[in-house]
Nanobody
């Protein structure tokens, strides 16, 4: 099972940017579909973005982040990145990196079997 470690969270003002990274180890990285989820206090964990292992890295985004967030992967470095621009206070949450053995750009939380420990993102108004 792949192990995942996120980094890059922090405190930023509204309108600012952050770049989250997730380093994977212990598995064949290019076979995993990689996703980002987030969980705000008192809310369920929700889908943010996904990049598939197959079909040229097909990508999906949650409607709430389209046009502001960009997911990418580097299979040579076993990393997946989430570039977050134009951040809003409602983006405040713990962000989790996740890996799925699905070959598709699934947005379903239960399709992801491996999770990182999470990194806090706080956007001040």
């Amino acid at each position: 099972q792949v192990q995942l470690v996120e980094s890059g969270g922090g405190l930023v003002q509204a309108g600012g940017s952050l770049r989250l990274s997730c380093a994977a180890s212990g598995g064949t990285f290019d076979r995993y579909t990689m996703g980002w989820f987030r969980q705000a206090p008192g809310k369920e964990r929700e889908f943010v973005a996904v990049i598939a292992s197959w079909r040229g890295g097909l990508i999906n985004y949650a409607d709430s982040v389209k046009g502001r967030f960009t997911i990418s992967r580097d299979n040579t470095k076993n990393t997946v990145t989430l570039q977050m621009n134009s951040l809003k206070p409602e983006d405040t949450a713990v962000y989790y990196c996740a890996a799925s053995v699905s070959a598709w750009a699934t947005m379903t939380r239960t399709d992801f079997g491996s999770w990182g420990q999470g990194t806090q993102v706080t956007v001040s108004s």
